[in-house]
């Protein structure tokens, strides 16, 4: 009597254990995959932040005139035009994002050790303001883990010589600050944009 209870418990286990693939693919994909779209909406609000910070920083230390322009040779060209930006893909979008996010990171603590030479007054935003760019760099390029979005590793940015005085530093900050908001204002675009593409696929 104790061998056929067995059987039966075995034989229930192996059917259970059968079934177990159906019952994983009945939930909906968008359930069973990380949170795309969630991840996609803090990227975009963490973008927003960054571009807030850097606008104050433009306001708190303004040119009269626009500054001298073109010290940096190695930043991003930020060149990309509105109607791209319904035609862009997750991957190679990301990935790109994510070098010149790299470049700008680079580019910053370069102002960052020129400030503290010449006790620029904006160095504490600053400081705020690359803690932020870093903790972005870490969520884009989590992202790009789940997406499978490849890792470009873009080449050293050739940096110019040290400024000689606090007002040259002031110009090249208004050049890098100038540069990072138009970047700010078109990734936290394509991050909006991205979400809500993931937000139709999920329901198809």
Do not use: Y
Not at 153 to 159: K, N, R
Not at 193 to 199: R, W
Request: hydrophobic fraction near 40%; charge should be positive.
């Amino acid at each position: 009597m104790k061998l056929l209870v067995d059987s039966s418990s075995f034989l229930l286990l192996s059917l259970l254990l059968a079934q177990l693939p159906l019952f994983t693919s009945a939930v909906p994909a968008h359930n069973r995959r990380p949170n795309v779209v969630h991840e996609l909406d803090r990227l975009a609000n963490q973008t927003k932040n960054l571009r807030q910070i850097t606008a104050d920083l433009l306001k708190e230390h303004a040119f009269e005139t626009d500054p001298e322009q073109h010290r940096f040779k190695s930043l991003p060209l930020m060149n990309n035009r509105a109607s791209d930006i319904n035609s862009l893909e997750m991957r190679p979008t990301l990935s790109q994002l994510h070098a010149d996010l790299k470049s700008f990171e680079h580019h910053f603590a370069w102002l960052s050790r020129a400030s503290r030479k010449h006790h620029h007054p904006a160095l504490p935003k600053l400081g705020q303001m690359m803690s932020l760019i870093k903790s972005l760099t870490s969520m884009l390029e989590h992202q790009m883990m789940r997406v499978d979005a490849q890792r470009v590793s873009p080449p050293s940015p050739s940096m110019p010589p040290p400024p000689p005085s606090q007002f040259d530093v002031l110009q090249s900050s208004q050049e890098l600050l100038l540069q990072f908001r138009l970047f700010c204002d078109w990734a936290q675009r394509v991050f909006s944009v991205l979400s809500t593409k993931s937000k139709m696929s999920a329901v198809q």
